[in-house]
């Protein structure tokens, strides 16, 4: 077996296990009606995921994607609600101020030479607080493309049920796992992840690379917070709070390297799912309070760390510098 | 040290930056900076600013010594919530306040022991290996309190949110006398020197016979320490325990307390006191913007800004420092 493919497979029976245990003891958690919901109510987590994963790769962070969830859902709230505008118009603009404050904030980690952590936590704090002073209230959205896209989907065997949503997550995952391995882009990403000098001297355009590798993580932030208007249809200044944390977990669940240069889409697609299936757990077994997921989620974290050392140091029979120093 | 010294300590922009958050919110509300001495405590804006930003300014004092490590600490807004909870339960438990505060504060040694052996001896990179505890530890604390605001009426544990020594509120003297402690442990010893000998290059320190991994450890330690600290006096402040939102965002603030301070972020040069300094313009500013009675929202506006132009300024330098080590490792 490829080596390279070891954290994924160990990722997929991980995730396997868990669903098998949770089947035995819930039944009726084997149904397509379950892995309908899986989709729909992570939708917008694994879009953003998908952004974060190409980040962590390239060797940086992108903590904003909540606060650029969150700003995203208000934007659009105003445009459709305030200004009147159909709502695919305004999510050309949503994602297009998204994108361009993405490429802002990757021009700033390349230009600036800051460690992208604080740049991308000043862009969190703009766009929670731009949110809030667009709207520091709920703004309810209703239009006639909202309720037909809600109430769209295809039926699956067994009554479950794909929403349009789901859908939208599923694509964003496929033609992330293309632009990752199927094209320059992602060559360049993985190549900037294992070493920016030396990117740098195979002639990698690192700074136009870094600059859309945070316009795509942003992007995509702002596809997930029209996902999320349309899955709560509704525009909140603190929606998704915290979804940046859920984002890094579901990346390293799926065995991406955090020092960069390693990793899958697919991986984190499965880290995604797991969280569902985490929470789906929770609300099945009705005796455990919803705090237990936050426990869960970081224990988990803590084992696939873990994990991705044994399978490091035992891949290489040199010792490897995980942490760059 | 040296009088020149002071003088060149004073000329720091991060007190002209005080300064003038100072006198802009001096011109916004002319009483700022009154001083009047009611039911034996000092009462007034600045006091209300030193008062306000002791917590941000104790998590800002255990995060200058592990970003100077070249780390960072995620978790002590999370390592918060944990301390105030475990104080809440143990004081409505019956247990005495002397109890409760030892185990507050014990739990958030705990808590910067276990982040240290994963950075120290897993080498998982402190930002996630501190974010483990950060998504973990807020389920912690609920898991103590139960889920529901533990509130008490344990006089010791309100005087340590509350109550003042000498008319001085007790968040300031405790955040005064850890800021001085440490400065002088970490500047009258060796030990700072040698936590910016690990934050330069870690690997060089132990070769120059550093034990590197037992400072690590002993860093995150403070760290929880001082989270812990902060964690007792926000629940003495609001007389009970909320899992939810005691600390919530804090390590941010902390971070950027540091960061404003002047400590780089790539490790090595570091200043206790300047990191106070920073905790203090962050409180100012959130002071006068509350007073100046824009809506609270303005505040992360206005952070962003600050962190923005701080960056921009550091930026040159940073570039520098980055030349310098792209050059040593080359010499290699």
Redesign the interface.
Known sequence: MNRALRPLVATTAIFALAYLAAIIQFPAMLSTRVLGNFLTDNAFLGIAAVGMTFVIISGGIDLSVGAVIGFTTVLNAVLIMWLGLHPLFAFVISLSVAAAFGAVMGAAIHYLKVPSFIVTLAGMFLARGGASVLSPDSIGIKHELYTTISKSYILLPGGGRLTVIGMIMLAVFALGMVLAHRTRFGSYVYALGGSEVSAALMGVPVARTTILIYTLSATLAGLAGIVFSLYTSAGYSLSALGVELDAIAAVVIGGTLLTGGYGFIAGTFIGVMLQGLVQTYIVFDGSLSSWWTKIVIGGLLFLFILLQRLVFSAAAPRRKVFWKT | MRRGNWRAALLRPQFAALAAVLLINWLLFPGFFDITWQEGRLFGSVIDVLNRGAPVAILAIGMTAVIAT?G?DLSVGAVMAIAGAVAAVLVTGGASALVAVAAALAVGVLCGLWNGV??TY????P???T??????????A??VTE?SIVTFSDPVLIFIGTGSLLGVPMPIVIAAVLAIVATLIVRKTALGLLIEAVGV???AARFAGISSGLLLLLVYTFAGFCAATSGLIVAGDIRGAD?NNAGLWLE?DA??AV?IGGTS??GGRFSIPMSVVGALIIQAMNTGILISGF?P?????????V??LI??L??PM??QA?RKR?MERISQ
């Open positions: 070249k960072v994963l950075v897993l080498e998982i990179q930002i996630i290996a974010l483990v505890l950060m998504v973990a530890g807020r389920g912690l609920q898991l889920g290059n870690r690997s899992a941010l971070i950027l960061v972020l790539l809506s929202e303005f505040n992360l506006v206005v952070k962003s800004g962190i923005i960056l921009v550091q930026a940073v570039a980055l792209f």
